[in-house]
């Protein structure tokens, strides 16, 4: 019995896109949306007629969309994540270091 062997195409390397986004990317948008929505929801307040919430929810994400996209061109993949990652990142100075600029000692 023969084993049988079909040819499966397969790019791993390929990027994940939609909207010229990264998923990733899309997971912001929607964190935003949802976020603007509570906010709208509490100030209860309208621009021209239209519900703050729904303007906060619906067209600022859609506004992101593009601004993100001009963001992210030229940059590599994964390069919002890194950034955020960096950002939120504590800055951790050590207080053992030996000060460079004090040369004789603070109390005598």
């Given at each position: 019995m023969?084993?049988?062997?079909?040819?499966?195409?397969?790019?791993l390397h390929?990027?994940?896109?939609?909207?010229y986004?990264?998923?990733?990317d899309?997971?912001?948008?929607?964190?935003?949306?949802?976020?603007l929505?509570?906010?709208?929801?509490?100030?209860?307040?309208?621009?021209?007629?239209?519900?703050?919430?729904?303007?906060?929810?619906?067209?600022?994400?859609l506004?992101?969309?593009?601004?993100?996209m001009?963001?992210?061109?030229?940059?590599p993949?994964?390069?919002?994540?890194d950034?955020?990652?960096?950002?939120?990142?504590?800055?951790?100075?050590?207080?053992?270091?030996?000060?460079?600029?004090?040369?004789r000692?603070?109390f005598?």
């Amino acid at each position: 019995m023969a084993l049988e062997v079909t040819p499966v195409h397969r790019n791993l390397h390929q990027r994940v896109r939609f909207l010229y986004l990264e998923f990733e990317d899309l997971f912001l948008i929607l964190g935003l949306a949802a976020v603007l929505n509570i906010v709208g929801r509490f100030l209860n307040r309208e621009i021209s007629g239209i519900p703050l919430n729904i303007v906060l929810q619906y067209v600022v994400p859609l506004l992101a969309v593009p601004c993100l996209m001009l963001f992210k061109y030229g940059k590599p993949r994964g390069y919002l994540q890194d950034l955020l990652a960096w950002r939120i990142k504590p800055r951790i100075y050590c207080g053992l270091e030996p000060d460079r600029e004090q040369t004789r000692e603070y109390f005598y």
